[in-house]
């Protein structure tokens, strides 16, 4: 059988509302503590983003790709649509006709021997075009 303790042994014990009180303080100091952290940790989030902001744009900044067109050097040799002499050229072409669509150019299309029905299909479609 179990004996019964006197009271003031309860609450040492923390049958009584006495521990609650020890509890719910504690929850409190821990809530507080949190918030303190975060308070604290906001600013330095912040002080990080901008800081890769600034990064980036930094890498952006130094990161232009090579390209062909970016290192081509200016060429006297390129056409320019300003020269009459180009023009005059195309004028004296055989191809002039065509080019000035006073006249349709003759094509001749062709299919292999053992064509699909796929290109059966396209080839009336291509020559009404």
């Known amino acids: 059988m179990r004996r019964e303790e006197p009271e003031s042994k309860r609450k040492e014990k923390g ?3 006495g521990q609650d009180r020890k509890e719910r303080r504690k929850k409190e100091e821990r809530k ?3 918030k303190v952290k975060e308070e604290k940790k906001i600013p330095e989030r912040r002080e990080k983003k901008k800081k890769k902001r600034k990064r980036k744009i930094k890498l952006l900044a130094k990161k232009i790709p090579k390209t062909i067109e970016n290192t081509r050097e200016e060429d006297e040799i390129v056409c320019r649509s300003d020269e009459e002499e180009l023009f ?3 004028d004296a072409d055989e191809f002039s006709v065509i080019r000035k669509r006073e006249s349709n150019p003759k094509i001749l299309i062709t299919t292999c ?3 699909s ?3 059966i299909v396209f080839s009336p479609i291509f020559c009404g075009i």
Do not use: K, L, M, P
């Open 88 to 90: 005059a050229r195309y």
């Open 113 to 115: 021997r053992f064509n």
């Open 15 to 17: 049958d009584g509302q």
């Open 32 to 34: 507080e503590g949190g």
């Open 117 to 119: 029905s796929i290109s």
